[in-house]
């Protein structure tokens, strides 16, 4: 069992930037793949990034890519959502995710564990 607990949320302006921690309970955290995922008001929840178990392998959304950053650090249990030159559209609850099976990434039914999300709204 894995439990995600989320923070770093709060109100930026556009343009602003904002750092994401998800910290994972357990002493497994190096075992999933860790996922970001987001969910705007009235519409589904979408990918928006991931890391791989080492943090060699990362792989981004196309509407965040060049903006947003995920890293990891296995021996604190937390993995860091990176946002800059953030946009009113970026405005959304995110959610940390673990996966551990070998589905793709951008898959949400092949994670295991969520967090309880955390809001992000940026002000135009």
């Known amino acids: 069992q894995v439990q995600l607990v989320e923070s770093g949320g709060g109100l930026v302006q556009a343009g602003g930037s904002l750092r994401l921690s998800c910290a994972a309970s357990?002493?497994?955290?190096?075992?999933?793949?860790m996922g970001w995922f987001r969910q705007a008001p009235g519409k589904e929840r979408e990918f928006v990034g991931a890391?791989?178990?080492?943090?060699?392998?990362?792989i981004y959304a196309n509407s965040v890519k060049g903006r947003f950053t995920i890293s990891r650090d296995n021996a604190k249990n937390t993995v860091y959502l990176q946002m800059n030159s953030l946009k009113p559209e970026d405005t959304a609850v995110y959610y940390c995710?673990?996966?551990?099976?070998?589905?793709?990434?951008?898959?949400?039914?092949?994670?295991?564990?969520w967090g309880q999300g955390t809001q992000v709204t940026v002000s135009s």
């Open positions: 357990g002493r497994t955290f190096s075992t999933y793949d």
């Open positions: 995710a673990a996966k551990g099976g070998s589905s793709w990434y951008f898959n949400q039914r092949g994670y295991d564990y």
């Open positions: 890391i791989s178990r080492s943090g060699e392998f990362t």
